[in-house]
C-alpha cells in the first residue's frame, strides 16, 4: 500500500535577489530567522515503509506479552519504559535519518506503547472502551497543538527540535490508541483476532483509496493510516501467538515474537544500506 507524501507545504515562488553579501534570511515555523532548516530525521513514505511499520506492530505486541508474562507487568514496564528512553534519546541525537536509529526508536515505542495501554486496563482496571477514547482524545489534543503551534502536520517539515517532539508524541499516541482499539474489537467487542485483523485491514483501505482518488488530504491520509496499522499488526501478531482456546494459532508469544524481529532487521538493514527510504536531502548530501 502506497499513501501519497504526506507533505503538502506550499512553496512559495522565488523573489528579488538578495544583494550580494547580505545575508540570508529564512524563516519557518518553530525558528528563528536566521536559522538554516535542519535535516528531516524521518523516512521517506514508500511501501517498505508500511511493511516494516505494520511488522513493528505486530512485534511490539507480542514482545509486551511476552515480558509480561515471564517478567511480571511491573518489571516488565520498568524494562519497556527505560529501552523507550535510550531509543529515543538516540534518535532526538542523531543529526539525520539513520535507518537503524529510527526504527529502533518505532520498535520501541510500539513495546512501550502496548504496555501503557495494557497497564491502564490491566492494572488501573480501566475498560478498553474507556481507554481508546482517552487515548483519541490525548491523540486529538496532540494533533491540534502540533497544527496551531507549527501550523502543519506534514512529516517532512520535521526539522526543529519542537517539531520532532510533536511527531514522537503523536506516535506514541498512535500506538496506545491502536492497542486499546485491537484489544476493544477482540476482547470486548468480542470479534476475535482473526476477524479483527480482517476489519483493520479493509478499514486501512479507506485513507489510502480516499487519498488516491477522492482528494482526501495526503497529511490525513498518513496519519489515518499510521493509527490503523497498530491495531491490524497487534490482531495478526495476537492471532498467530494467543492458544487456540481463545480463537488464535497457539504458537506462542515468545516464537511469534521472534519470528517478525527477524524480518524487522533483515529490512531495516536493507533500508540501510540501499538507502531507499532516505530523505532526498540527506543523500543529496545537503
Do not use: C
Amino acid at each position: 500500500m502506497t499513501i501519497g507524501q504526506p507533505d503538502g507545504t506550499a512553496v512559495a515562488p522565488p523573489g528579488p535577489p538578495e544583494p550580494a553579501g547580505a545575508p540570508a534570511h529564512t524563516t519557518a515555523p518553530g525558528r528563528r530567522p536566521g536559522v538554516p532548516p535542519g535535516r528531516s530525521k524521518v523516512p521517506e513514505v514508500a511501501a517498505l515503509f508500511w511493511l516494516v511499520k505494520i511488522l513493528t506492530t505486530g512485534m511490539g505486541e507480542t514482545a509486551s506479552d511476552y515480558l509480561g508474562r515471564t517478567l511480571g507487568p511491573i518489571p516488565a514496564g520498568a524494562l519497556g519504559f527505560a529501552a523507550f528512553v535510550v531509543a529515543l534519546v538516540a534518535q532526538f541525537r542523531a543529526t539525520r535519518y539513520r535507518a537503524g536509529t529510527y526504527w529502533t526508536a518505532i520498535v520501541m515505542v510500539s513495546v512501550f506503547g502496548t504496555m501503557a495501554a495494557d497497564v491502564v486496563h490491566v492494572i488501573a482496571g480501566v475498560p478498553y472502551l474507556v481507554s481508546t477514547l482517552a487515548f483519541a482524545a490525548a491523540l486529538a489534543v496532540i494533533l491540534f497543538a502540533w497544527h496551531a503551534t507549527e501550523g502543519t502536520l506534514a512529516i517532512h517539515s520535521i526539522r526543529t527540535r519542537r517539531r520532532e517532539i510533536f511527531y514522537w508524541a503523536t506516535v506514541l499516541a498512535t500506538f496506545a490508541l491502536g492497542t486499546a482499539v485491537g484489544d476493544l474489537t477482540a476482547g470486548t467487542l468480542d470479534l476475535g483476532y482473526l476477524p479483527s485483523a480482517l476489519v483493520f485491514g479493509a478499514l486501512i483501505l479507506v485513507p489510502a483509496l480516499s487519498g488516491r482518488f477522492l482528494g482526501l488530504n495526503a497529511v490525513a491520509a498518513f496519519w489515518g493510516a499510521y493509527v490503523l496499522t497498530r491495531p491490524l499488526g497487534a490482531s495478526f501478531a495476537d492471532w498467530m501467538g494467543v492458544s487456540t482456546a481463545r480463537g488464535g494459532l497457539g504458537w506462542g508469544t515468545g516464537p511469534v515474537t521472534l519470528a517478525l524481529t527477524v524480518p524487522i532487521v533483515l529490512l531495516v538493514g536493507y533500508l540501510a544500506v540501499s538507502g531507499k527510504d532516505t530523505p532526498q536531502e540527506a543523500a543529496d548530501g545537503a
